[in-house]
C-alpha cells in the first residue's frame, strides 16, 4: 500500500524531533502541575505538556504535500483550529500551581466555532450511515449533529488523556477503524492525513508510555478529538462513532454520572474518582493495565461497529 510509506516516514519524523520539542518545552516552562491531593500522579509534576504539537504539525505538511480537498481542508482546520485552542489553555495552565488555564466557556465557544465553519465546508456531504436502513441525507440536521458530535468528541479525548499512554492509545484504535472505512470508501485523499497522524501517534507514544516523559496536552487531546469527529462526519458515520470511540463515551459519561449524582446526593459519589480510568487506578490497577485493557475494550466495539455496517 503506498501511504505505508507515509507512516513510517512520519513515526521516524516524530521519534527525531519530540527529544527536541521535549527540550524546548521545558525551557519555554511549558510543563504540568498536578494537585496535591492527587497523589498517584503527582511524579507526574513538570512533564512536558503540548507534546500534541507534532500532531498538528506533521499530519498537515503530508495532507498538503499529497494535495488538499475542499473534505480534507474542513478536517485540517478544525483539527488545527481545535489544536491551537489547547495550546493557549496548555500555555496558560503551566504558569504556576494557580493558573486555572483557559476557561472552559472560552474553550466552547472555539469548537462550536470551529464545527460550524467544519459544518458550512461539508454541507454537500450530508448523507449518513443509519444502522439497518439505507444511507439518509440529513440535510438542514447535519450542521447541528457537526456541532454536537465535534464537541462531543473534542472533550472526550481530552477527558481520557489522564493516564501515560491511555488517549494516544484507544485513540490508534479509533484510527485504525476509520482507515479501513476511508479504504472502503475509496477516500483517497483522507490517506495521507490519516496515515501521517498514525505514524506521528506511535512515535509519540515511544515518549509517552508510563512513566511518560512528555504529555500531549489540550495541544493534543483536543485536536484528536476534532480529528476523529471531523473524519467520522466525511465517512458519513458519525452515528457510529460511540461504538469506534466506546472508550472515550464511557469515559465522558462517568464524569456526567459523578458530577450529577454528587450534587443530586448531596455529595456522595458513583466512583472512587472520575473520570473512570483514574477509578479503576484506585482499584490497584496500574496504568499500563489501564491502556492495555482500554484499548482491548475498544477494539471489541470497533468489531459490532464493523458488524453492524455490514449486516
Known sequence: MIWIPVLVVSFLVTLTAMPFLIRGLRSWKLTSYVRAEVTEHLHKTGTPVAGGLLFLVIPTLAALLFGVTQDMLAVLIVTLGAGLTGFVDD?????????????????IVAQIALALVFAFLTLPNSAIWIPFIPPLDIQ?????????????????????????????????????????????????????????????????????????????GDTGALALGAAMAGLSLILHIPLFLPFIAMVFLIETLSVIIQVGYFRYSGGKRVFKRAPIHHHFQLLGWSETQIVLRFSLFNLLFIGLAFLFIWV
Open 91 to 107: 500555555w496558560l495552565s503551566s504558569r504556576g500551581q494557580h493558573a486555572l488555564g483557559l476557561k472552559a466557556r472560552y474553550k
Open 140 to 216: 438542514g440536521w447535519y450542521v447541528p449533529l457537526s456541532v454536537f458530535f465535534i464537541v462531543w468528541s473534542t472533550n472526550a479525548v481530552n477527558i481520557t488523556d489522564g493516564a501515560d499512554g491511555l488517549a494516544a492509545s484507544v485513540f490508534l484504535t479509533v484510527l485504525g477503524a476509520l482507515m479501513v472505512v476511508a479504504y472502503l470508501q475509496n477516500y483517497i485523499s483522507l490517506m495521507p492525513f490519516i496515515f501521517s497522524l498514525g505514524g506521528v501517534l506511535l512515535g509519540f507514544l515511544w515518549f509517552n508510555v508510563y512513566p511518560a516523559s512528555v504529555i500531549m
